[in-house]
């Protein structure tokens, strides 16, 4: 049935097809349209922005780049602490740093199965008070070297030290009540 309205339709459009035969040449100017546009479309703007493109993306990957660090660097200031402050508080931010290092050093020689948990907990007390000497440090930054802020600095400080110094205490109790009861076991 199709090949049958297929047939038909020719048949309607067969006195309207051109069947007259192209003058001589004409398939040679045919051609060289055709190569006339092929040539104007190589040396379209489009077609050199092509080479550019590699290189845009590249500075555009830099700028990028770039950008992000310049960023980055902005979000994290450099910290102060009391060094930074004056030539006096950066010896007592030493004089602090290394009592507490000997005190740790101390600490850790009196490690024993009976000290074991003193020392644990006050590892954990001094982890907390370092943190929150972490977050002095950004308020001194922020708030320009105030006072408030480097005295609770200080304060820190000799928290630490107190706690060494409390647990050292607490080691020598339980060394001279060890001492005692083995004293008593043996009379």
């Not at 048949?11 to 069947?19: A, G, N, R």
């Not at 310049?70 to 402050?85: G, I, R």
């Not at 948990?117 to 001194?140: F, H, M, S």
């Not at 060494?164 to 060890?178: A, D, R």
Request: proline share 3%.
């Amino acid at each position: 049935m199709k090949k049958d309205n297929i047939d038909q339709l020719f048949e309607k459009l067969d006195t309207k097809f051109d069947v007259d035969t192209p003058n001589s040449g004409h398939q040679n100017r045919f051609l060289e349209k055709l190569k006339q546009q092929h040539r104007t479309d190589d040396t379209s703007p489009q077609q050199k922005s092509n080479y550019w493109k590699p290189i845009l993306a590249v500075a555009a990957s830099i700028v990028l780049c770039f950008s992000i660090f310049t960023f980055m660097q902005e979000q994290e200031p450099d910290l102060k602490d009391l060094a930074s402050v004056s030539p006096e508080l950066s010896k007592t931010q030493d004089f602090f740093t290394l009592a507490i290092q000997n005190e740790l050093e101390t600490l850790e020689t009196e490690r024993s199965p009976e000290t074991e948990e003193l020392i644990d907990d006050a590892l954990k007390q001094l982890n907390v008070l370092e943190k929150d000497y972490e977050k002095l440090k950004k308020d001194l930054t922020e708030s320009g070297d105030d006072k408030r802020v480097v005295y609770a600095m200080i304060s820190n400080f000799q928290n630490r030290i107190d706690v060494l110094e409390h647990v050292l205490q607490n080691i020598e109790e339980v060394k001279q009540f060890k001492s005692n009861a083995s004293n008593q076991n043996t009379l």
